[in-house]
């Protein structure tokens, strides 16, 4: 019995389910929308709002802890300064889910996924100088 473990496995081992669902949260907080399975979705929301809430706060600790997870120095700047400031005043629900329809092909539910965000906040596109 599989009491008490969560998640979904996807028909994946474990590494390439990660790669998958970091790849996918990552572009979340990228483009602020992506399309994709219903399952997917449901598995990257629960991520994505725990690094939203993580990064509420903003401390070395969890610039660090954040970091861990996206590997990208300026994904986490731009998540600490543009996207965790506009859920200053939030418990929750970042997300929203929205149905599209059956995928051409195998039918699969597709939804897309967005942040609830006022504004469009653009794409980190160059590095920016941290530190030194």
Do not use: C, W
């Not at 399309?35 to 990257?44: Q, V």
């Not at 629900?93 to 059956?102: A, E, F, L, Q, S």
């Amino acid at each position: 019995m599989n009491h008490r473990i969560g998640g979904r496995k996807f028909g994946l081992p474990s590494d390439q389910r990660r790669a998958l669902l970091k790849g996918l949260v990552r572009s979340l907080l990228t483009y602020q929308t992506i399309k994709t399975t219903e399952t997917r979705a449901k598995d990257i929301r629960i991520i994505a709002e725990k690094i939203i809430t993580t990064a509420r706060v903003d401390t070395l600790h969890n610039r660090r802890q954040t970091r861990k997870y996206l590997n990208d120095e300026t994904l986490v700047h731009h998540l600490f300064t543009q996207i965790a400031p506009e859920f200053k005043n939030s418990t929750g629900g970042y997300t929203r889910m929205t149905k599209i329809g059956p995928r051409r092909g195998d039918a699969a539910p597709i939804v897309q996924l967005e942040l609830l965000i006022e504004r469009e906040l653009g794409l980190p596109t160059a590095p920016v100088k941290i530190g030194r």
